[in-house]
């Protein structure tokens, strides 16, 4: 996805505030528009909810479904005994910003549950979509009397953080090692006249990313709470150079893999993503290699940001 002339215009003012215009031709190359996933603009971020509206955007808490939905419960070794996964979030689809030719219906419920995540990445979450039928959510519980394989299972006690999304631009870099990070970096050693410290030049560029994400951020940072603790991750946006790298030549096939969900270390919510430098990248097969259309949510994989 490309962006808008109004996305464009702004990240260009980013850029410039932040005095990284030496490397402006590749921000704006790579780039993208993202659905930034935020706790709700409530007084304290850190606030649990215990009752839900059926269907709202939420992170914890349990799940709602329509009928029929069967929580999946696996065993997974022939000797273990069977468990089930954790619920992570679902999002309310006509509830959040619209990015034309996502790839995502405007309406219906996407649910993320989690396995546990000391197993393989990439099946360490599966994703749901319910269509929109005009019939209501029913909350689900999970199996009786089988345990959860989710460290995240303290969901189960009701407790869920309401969210809210936003329109933001995914700019690089995204985790520890992104190649155009790296690239950038050294553009600016050898073109700018700024002879600033590598650190501080390292914090110009986390704030740039972080308010090109969240129009809101300084908003929220003045209200005396860390970013960390109100950003959960974002819905859709750009791919990180190594991790397309990576899934190239794990895949060697023509299947396109779309960059679904991100997902952030949170010390409010209680999810980890193994490293709080590398956010989890959740991606899903784009079923038309020449088209944005056609999202395959069965077709899940997963790994850390490099």
Aim: aromatic share 8%; with cysteine; proline share 8%.
């Amino acid at each position: 996805m490309d962006l808008t002339g109004s996305e464009r215009d702004r990240l260009i003012r980013l850029i410039r505030e932040h005095r990284l215009e030496p490397s402006e031709d590749e921000l704006l190359a790579h780039s993208a528009p993202c659905v930034t996933l935020l706790l709700s603009d409530i007084e304290d971020p850190r606030r649990a909810v215990t009752d839900s509206a059926p269907g709202s955007s939420r992170m914890g808490g349990l799940p709602d479904a329509p009928d029929g939905f069967e929580w999946r419960v696996i065993r997974p070794r022939p000797d273990a005994p069977e468990v089930h996964a954790g619920f992570l979030m679902q999002l309310d689809l006509a509830d959040l910003p619209r990015l034309a030719g996502s790839g995502l219906p405007a309406t219906g419920l996407l649910s993320v549950f989690h396995w546990d995540q000391c197993t393989e990445l990439g099946h360490s979450f599966e994703v749901h979509y319910f269509a929109a039928t005009g019939r209501p959510w029913h909350r689900i519980e999970p199996p009786a009397d089988v345990p959860c394989a989710s460290e995240l299972g303290l969901y189960l006690d009701g407790r869920a953080f309401p969210i809210e999304g936003v329109l933001g631009i995914d700019a690089p870099s995204k985790g520890q090692h992104d190649l155009l990070s790296y690239d950038a970096h050294e553009r600016f050693a050898h073109e700018s006249q700024d002879t600033d410290h590598p650190q501080r030049w390292a914090s110009r560029w986390a704030t740039f990313r972080q308010r090109a994400a969240a129009p809101g951020f300084d908003t929220r940072c003045a209200r005396g709470f860390r970013y960390d603790w109100w950003w959960v991750g974002q819905l859709l946006g750009r791919m990180d150079l190594a991790s397309a790298e990576w899934f190239a030549a794990r895949e060697r096939s023509a299947h396109r893999r779309r960059l679904l969900l991100q997902f952030e270390t949170n010390p409010v919510v209680g999810f980890a993503g193994g490293c709080d430098a590398a956010p989890v990248l959740v991606l899903v097969l784009a079923r038309d290699p020449g088209s944005s259309q056609h999202l395959d949510f069965g077709s899940v994989l997963a790994t850390l940001a490099p």
